[in-house]
């Protein structure tokens, strides 16, 4: 109850503040507006999520407002600035870094704005009112034991990591590596960082593969870079005798798996942890309580591999 009397105290001063500004009273006084700060929009897995929460959002009663920080903390922290200044209801965030994001979090709970965790963790408890993730875990096992089994269970391989500040990079390598370790014939051989991003992939795969030409797989935390990776293994003519995995189950990675140069991608639930995540921002806004007993959360991962690629119906959506 603290924090909607809080809440509450803050707009209406704000609405004090503002009687000089029929567009900024207006809005102020009206259902209000939810804040969306995501990664990248450029990325196709980011735009969907961004455009999810915001069609959900306005389906709730709510407008919306979609930025992104492109894993700048900077740019993080003055976006989550600019959602404090004009006193929206509640921040959905995914998180700039694990660590570098808590100061933000910490900054809007102190201004009395709920916070909400969505994609990636902070690693921090007890500032967001929820943090609402793929299970990259369970994902990466799935994802990984699909690829031992088309490796044969042997050859040199090479992996694709997202940037050190993102959990879920550590916790999908962490994954893949609990499964692959069991087979001594699979040999890791190089490994390199592409911040999620499919350019950089390609340039660090060229890398790679000139430094081990004799490689017969590679693994990825995501998508992006999985497909960064099948473009320099195409133009290198080597892509008939590479297995690659991804990690997200885009509409270009579900291409790939169709037309075979992925072996696999792991689904993630985007629109179920949208829907959960603003689902639990509405019932904060409205009782002050989230609904939910945990503020940690998962939803379990899928597989796209041939056998059910055709079940794919829309972006991020497996067909039960």
Request: glycine letters at 8%; proline letters at 3%; a negative charge.
């Amino acid at each position: 109850m603290f924090r909607r009397v809080a809440t509450l105290t803050i707009i209406g001063a704000a609405v004090i503040a503002l009687t000089g500004c029929a567009t900024s009273a207006q809005e102020v006084s009206g259902p209000g507006t939810i804040a969306v700060i995501a990664v990248d929009l450029a990325s196709p897995y980011e735009r969907v999520l961004a455009d999810a929460a915001e069609a959900a959002i306005i389906e709730a009663g709510y407008e919306a407002t979609v930025n992104a920080h492109e894993l700048d903390a900077d740019k993080e922290s003055q976006l989550i600035d600019a959602a404090i200044s004009t006193k929206v209801k509640a921040i959905i965030l995914d998180p700039a870094g694990a660590d570098v994001s808590v100061a933000s979090v910490q900054k809007a709970t102190d201004a009395g704005i709920p916070v909400f965790i969505l994609n990636a963790e902070i690693s921090q408890q007890g500032i967001a009112k929820s943090q609402i993730v793929s299970n990259n875990a369970q994902g990466a096992l799935l994802g990984a034991e699909a690829w031992v089994d088309a490796m044969g269970e042997t050859g040199t391989y090479v992996e694709l990591i997202g940037p050190a500040t993102d959990n879920n990079a550590l916790v999908r390598s962490d994954g893949y590596a609990s499964v692959i370790s069991a087979y001594p014939g699979l040999v890791k051989v190089g490994a390199e960082t592409a911040n999620w991003q499919r350019g950089l992939a390609k340039e660090k795969m060229e890398g790679m593969i000139a430094a081990n030409p004799d490689i017969t797989g590679v693994i990825s935390g995501n998508d992006e870079m999985a497909l960064g990776a099948i473009e320099a293994l195409t133009q290198l003519g080597m892509i008939d005798r590479v297995k690659v995995l991804a990690f997200d189950g885009s509409v270009d990675a579900v291409g790939a798996v169709r037309d075979g140069t992925l072996v696999a991608t792991v689904l993630q639930p985007v629109l179920g942890v949208v829907k959960a995540t603003v689902e639990q921002a509405v019932s904060y806004i409205e009782t002050g309580e989230t609904g939910v007993a945990e503020e940690k959360q998962s939803i379990d991962c899928l597989l796209i591999t041939p056998e059910n690629e055709s079940q794919y119906v829309s972006a991020f959506t497996l067909a039960s």
